[in-house]
């Protein structure tokens, strides 16, 4: 007689997030990706839930993202739009732009993955190729552009980086796809009253499934800022023992500032959901047990990391240094604490999570979901543990999916098909565990004795400490936070400026801009978050009514890399 097998149980985790890319003193937005990550990687990931009512997952939800949809939805209703190219879709007259408008749209609107989201689309690439002849000939491009050429540039520009569910379901969408050119200005205001709809429909949609009882929703420190680096800078050398350190020996008031992200992150999900977290993917993955043992102090019940932290966690722990077979510490979750406060700490199986990420999209949809699916079987088969394998598999929900075709349509929906339809792997959220694992349900959490400080890339900081260059962003956020500290301290603002000044000083905080940081990336993303950094830290400087240092005029980093994806995601161990 066959003994059956516990089950195996998948963590499905969709990271959502967007940094702050406005202006805080202008309001307006420097950079369109918010509100294009909204109406197709956002849309489309509900739309899959909807579609698939016994899939279940989890979905994480950076407060500052959502800042920045409640932002745009509220735009939309004033008819005061703040970005520059969402406005000039809108425009009513396109044939009189200047220099700088006509930049703007030819800049801006071939940004995007060619293959799949440029190529399939024959009137879109016919815009591209007029534009490249005009380059060729060695003209200024934009100066023989038409205004009419400039709408239907918008237009397709838009409808590439609409959701494949909005463009295959709604009938707007569907028409404008169809007449292909010559937009009028009454199509395109439709469509960008369309947008607007999909927009302030996003967060109703996600609690809505989240009501359901078919997602989590987690979240974290409000605006992405590296908890263990704010703590402290030495815990960098836990995975990087030589690395260089800033000079600024440690980020001045760190605790302080890492316990204010992660309230205001708790005050912003129970204002859209409902309720507060139960769990939180600390920014980047990034943890310390001083940073664990900081969200448990908060209440927060599970996070999650990278593989490779569980990895160099467990070495630390052991007194031989040996940690066992993979399959035999990976899926499991662990629990930390203090001697007062616990928390359960869920691990990234890098495999899985980066064949989403990197692989699949080569594939077609069916061998994808097929090599996905063996996987797992594969690692139920070799459970002989008695005790329910828990896979979580972790990764950004929005910058993969304009890397496969149709934005991920297909590999989506056989995904969650065939995993609802199997016998033996269950779909299941992060609290759910927790709970089997009260109720004593072949689910053990053993204590993880030291925590090695670490993130979900290669297990450790080095993507964003550690560089001169990285390093520098750091000493230049140190200089203003201690300026910022004397300000408060003098108590020489009112209330209004105070709290423009926190704002402000959060965003500066983020970990974007570090990640962004360094000679493999992209010499365009780099220097448009440089920029955007650089900014940021003198927009801190005029709100505490300071002069601005002249070396916020220097760039900190130069970029000239091609990594791969454009440089959005990266793999979850070196050398991959």
Not at 220 to 243: G, V
Request: overall charge negative; proline content about 5%.
């Amino acid at each position: 007689m066959s003994v059956v097998k516990p089950k195996l149980y998948l963590n499905l985790y969709w990271h959502m997030h967007q940094p702050d890319y406005r202006d805080n003193i202008t309001g307006q937005y420097i950079l369109p990706w918010t509100y294009l990550h909204a109406m197709k990687d956002y849309t489309d990931m509900a739309y899959h839930l909807e579609a698939n009512p016994k899939a279940r997952a989890t979905f994480n939800f950076v407060p500052v993202l959502l800042d920045q949809l409640e932002d745009y939805s509220e735009q939309f209703v004033s008819g005061h739009i703040r970005d520059p190219l969402l406005a000039m879709l809108a425009r009513e007259n396109l044939e009189y732009l200047n220099k700088e408008e006509r930049c703007l749209v030819v800049d801006s609107c071939f940004k995007s993955h060619h293959e799949k989201m440029l190529e399939p689309f024959a009137h879109y690439q016919r815009l591209l190729n007029i534009y490249n002849a005009l380059q060729v000939q060695g003209s200024t491009a934009s100066n023989y552009l038409s205004g009419q050429y400039m709408a239907d540039l918008l237009v397709w520009y838009h409808l590439a980086w609409t959701g494949e569910s909005v463009r295959r379901h709604n009938p707007l969408v569907l028409s404008l796809m169809e007449k292909g050119s010559q937009f009028t200005v009454q199509e395109r205001l439709q469509l960008f009253k369309l947008i607007g709809e999909l927009i302030a429909g996003l967060i109703p949609r996600y609690k809505k499934l989240q009501e359901n009882g078919q997602i989590e929703i987690s979240s974290t420190p409000h605006y992405h800022p590296i908890l263990p680096l704010l703590l402290d800078f030495k815990s960098t050398r836990d995975a990087m023992p030589f690395a260089p350190l800033p000079a600024c020996n440690s980020y001045p008031g760190g605790r302080l500032r890492a316990k204010a992200h992660i309230e205001s992150a708790k005050k912003s999900h129970q204002k859209r959901f409902g309720e507060l977290p139960v769990g939180m993917w600390p920014a980047e993955g990034a943890v310390s047990h001083a940073g664990l043992s900081l969200l448990a102090e908060q209440g927060i019940s599970w996070a999650a990391t990278g593989e490779g932290v569980l990895a160099n966690s467990l070495h630390k722990s052991s007194e031989t240094g040996a940690i066992g077979a993979r399959n035999d510490y990976l899926y499991r979750p662990y629990q930390v604490t203090n001697g007062v406060n616990d928390i359960v700490c869920f691990f990234r199986d890098d495999n899985l999570s980066d064949k989403i990420g990197f692989e699949y999209s080569k594939l077609h949809a069916s061998e994808a979901v097929s090599d996905f699916i063996s996987a797992l079987e594969s690692i139920y088969e070799e459970n002989e543990s008695g005790e329910h394998r828990v896979v979580s598999v972790i990764l950004d929900g929005e910058n993969a999916w304009e890397y496969y075709p149709y934005n991920a349509f297909y590999f989506l929906s056989e995904l969650y098909e065939a995993l609802t339809e199997h016998a033996h792997i269950e779909m299941t959220t992060f609290s759910d565990i927790l709970n089997r694992a009260k109720q004593h349900k072949k689910i053990t959490i053993p204590l993880l004795p030291q925590v090695a400080a670490g993130s979900w890339v290669y297990g450790s900081f080095s993507t964003w400490i550690g560089s001169p260059d990285k390093n520098l962003g750091w000493d230049l956020l140190c200089d203003v936070k201690k300026q910022y500290d004397q300000v408060m301290q003098a108590g020489v603002l009112n209330h209004a400026e105070v709290e423009a000044c926190e704002r402000q000083l959060s965003v500066c905080e983020g970990s974007d801009w570090f990640w962004w940081f360094g000679d493999y990336n992209s010499a365009v993303s780099v220097d448009s978050f440089d920029r955007l950094y650089r900014r940021n830290l003198s927009n801190l400087y005029r709100l505490l009514k300071l002069p601005i240092p002249q070396v916020l005029n220097q760039a900190i980093s130069q970029g000239g890399g091609d990594p791969a994806v454009g440089g959005t995601m990266c793999r979850g161990q070196e050398g991959e």
